[in-house]
C-alpha cells in the first residue's frame, strides 16, 4: 500500500514556474514508477510525465517535453515535477500515481493516486 500527497501548487504568470512535490509513504516506494498527471474540468486525467524506479528513466508528454522535468529521492519517497515556461493550457489539478511498471501513459494503469493539488497559469 502506498499513500501519496501532492503540494507546491499555485496560481503563476504564463512563462513562470513551479515545482510540485509528492510524498510516499510506505517503505515499498522505490518499488514502484511514478508519473503526473493532470485533469482540466470536464476533461479526462491525462498523462504528463513518468519515472522509472531507480530514477534513471523518464518519459514525458509532447505537450511538457523540453518545460518540465520530473525526479525523485527513493531515500526521502519523494517525487518532483518541475514545471518551467508554464502556459494558459497548462492549468489543470496535478496528480501524482504509483504504478507497478514504467512507461504507462494511461491513468488506469495506476495503482494509487494522490488527492492532487491545483495549478492555475494567468495569461
Known amino acids: 500500500q502506498v499513500q501519496l500527497v501532492e503540494s507546491g501548487g499555485g496560481l503563476v504568470q504564463a512563462g513562470g514556474s513551479l515545482r510540485l512535490s509528492c510524498a510516499a509513504s510506505g517503505r515499498t516506494f522505490s518499488s514502484y514508477a511514478m508519473g503526473w498527471f493532470r485533469q482540466a474540468p470536464g476533461k479526462e486525467r491525462e498523462f504528463v510525465s513518468t519515472i522509472s524506479r531507480s530514477g534513471t528513466n523518464t518519459y514525458f508528454a509532447d505537450s511538457v517535453k523540453g518545460r518540465f522535468t520530473m525526479s525523485r529521492d527513493n531515500a526521502k519517497n519523494t517525487v518532483a515535477l518541475q514545471m518551467n515556461s508554464l502556459k494558459p493550457e497548462d492549468t489543470a489539478v496535478y496528480y501524482c500515481?504509483?504504478?507497478?511498471?514504467?512507461?504507462?501513459?494511461?491513468?488506469?494503469?495506476?495503482?494509487?493516486w494522490g488527492q492532487g493539488t491545483q495549478v492555475t497559469v494567468s495569461s
Open positions: 500515481g504509483a504504478a507497478t511498471r514504467f512507461g504507462y501513459t494511461w491513468y488506469k494503469d495506476y495503482d494509487y
